[in-house]
Nanobody, 127 residues
Framework: VQLQACGGGLVQAGGPLRLSCAAS????????MGWFRQAPGKEREFVGA?????????DYANSVKGRFTISRDNAKNTMYLQMNGLKPEDTAAYYC????????????????????WGQGTQVTVSS
């Protein structure tokens, strides 16, 4: 299984950015997906998650709720993270991850419920 995250870059505060995560190696639609981020000197933290199938369920960290939106396109084996109203504190390396098959939804915020990770894409927000 491979996950390839892309779309990071340098953006001014208040601006938008969309990250993509392309998956291969297993049936994409069967797995929930998530985004995490890690800022310099900090631990990796949960950003958001989307359920398997049509992605009818989403969950977000309080720090990004209302600004970030996760979606998925199963035909393209790709997950997206639309980030609006970016803040300097959103600066981090962003990682996509694929959940373990059958993992309960309530565990989607925990790294232990994910079995494959992408390489990360850097997002830098200037003030």
């Amino acid at each position: 299984v491979q996950l390839q995250a892309c779309g990071g870059g340098l953006v001014q505060a208040g601006g938008p950015l969309r990250l993509s995560c392309a998956a291969s190696g297993r049936t994409f639609s069967n797995y929930g997906m998530g985004w995490f981020r890690q800022a310099p000197g900090k631990e990796r933290e949960f950003v958001g998650a989307i359920s398997w199938g049509s992605g009818g369920r989403t969950d977000y960290a309080n720090s990004v709720k209302g600004r970030f939106t996760i979606s998925r396109d199963n035909a393209k084996n790709t997950m997206y993270l639309q980030m609006n109203g970016l803040k300097p504190e959103d600066t981090a390396a962003y990682y996509c991850a694929s959940r373990k098959l059958g993992s309960p939804w309530y565990e989607s915020r925990y790294e232990s419920s994910y079995d494959f990770w992408g390489q990360g894409t850097q997002v830098t927000v200037s003030s």
